[in-house]
């Protein structure tokens, strides 16, 4: 099998890069158990002072494997919605991981962050974003609804209304709208985004370690761990019931076929 994360340690910072660029780094089933290997690696390595997380080529994160999506509308109802229900809660064992890193989360930004790859960046410390991306949600497009904990993150960022928009018209943005909504925290072009970053985290890491730590720890007070959780249960009952449905399958199809969906 081959690898779909890569992990690299330099000077007290850890680089996750999720690697798969001819699937625009969707996040397959294996792409998940690696990240949540990976994931429960750091959290017991009291080195590391900063978390990067990025994607290799042209494109962040896809979001979801499609490919997997499309096994499953062969499938009767039931069993369609049993496998999404067991792809998601691996999908949610990570993000659940990635919020409760002890370290600062910085994440990179180029091409598009889709779906999951939208709940990632919500998630993270700091998005430096190159001009130019795009923020797409991507779940209505599917006939499904949020997963990775969007429904709770979204909102909290860009306010609720605005996130009601995005989400009910799947509705898509640009890395300057992301900037001005709040969501991206550093735009810069896309040749300086390595530099940018690698500058981001040299100066966490440079830091002051217990004031730094210290800070970090005040600000994550801030987000409810408990509604977190609730809401991924409530993302995971809500999504495998969506893939029970016949619009799922109409969504997956539209999608491959490059069509605009018909729902009834």
């Given amino acids: 099998m081959s690898h779909c994360v890569n992990l690299e340690y330099v000077q007290h910072t850890a680089t996750i890069t999720i690697s798969r660029p001819s699937q625009l780094n969707s996040l397959s089933e294996g792409a998940f158990l690696e990240l949540r290997q990976v994931l429960r690696e750091l959290h017991d390595n009291q080195d590391v002072r900063v978390v990067i997380l990025k994607g290799d080529g042209k494109v962040f994160c896809a979001g979801g494997d499609i490919d997997f999506f499309a096994e499953l509308v062969d499938l009767p109802s039931s069993e369609r919605s049993e496998q999404a229900r067991q792809y998601v809660s691996l999908a949610h064992e990570v993000m659940a991981l990635f919020a409760s890193l002890r370290v600062p989360l910085?994440?990179?930004?180029?091409?598009?962050?889709?779906?999951?790859?939208?709940?990632?960046?919500?998630?993270?410390?700091?998005?430096?974003?190159?001009?130019?991306?795009?923020?797409?949600?991507?779940?209505?497009?599917?006939?499904?609804?949020?997963?990775?904990?969007?429904?709770?993150?979204?909102?909290?960022?860009?306010?609720?209304?605005?996130?009601?928009?995005?989400?009910?018209?799947?509705?898509?943005?640009?890395?300057?709208?992301?900037?001005?909504?709040?969501?991206?925290?550093?735009l810069v072009e896309a040749n300086e985004l390595e530099e940018d970053v690698s500058q981001v985290a040299q100066q966490l890491v440079s830091g002051p370690n217990l004031a730094s730590a210290n800070t970090l720890r005040l600000l994550h007070a801030q987000r409810n761990f408990d509604e977190f959780n609730a809401t991924l249960a409530a993302e995971l009952d809500s999504f495998s019931d969506c893939v029970y449905d016949d619009d799922f399958v109409e969504g997956v199809r539209a999608f491959l076929e490059r069509r605009s969906p018909s729902y009834d």
């Fill in 106 to 186: 910085l994440v990179a930004v180029q091409g598009a962050a889709a779906g999951f790859g939208l709940s990632l960046c919500c998630v993270a410390d700091i998005v430096v974003a190159a001009r130019g991306s795009r923020f797409v949600p991507a779940y209505l497009g599917l006939g499904v609804t949020p997963d990775g904990g969007l429904s709770y993150s979204l909102p909290r960022l860009i306010g609720e209304r605005r996130a009601s928009d995005v989400l009910l018209t799947n509705r898509s943005f640009d890395a300057e709208q992301a900037e001005n909504w709040g969501l991206v925290t550093r």
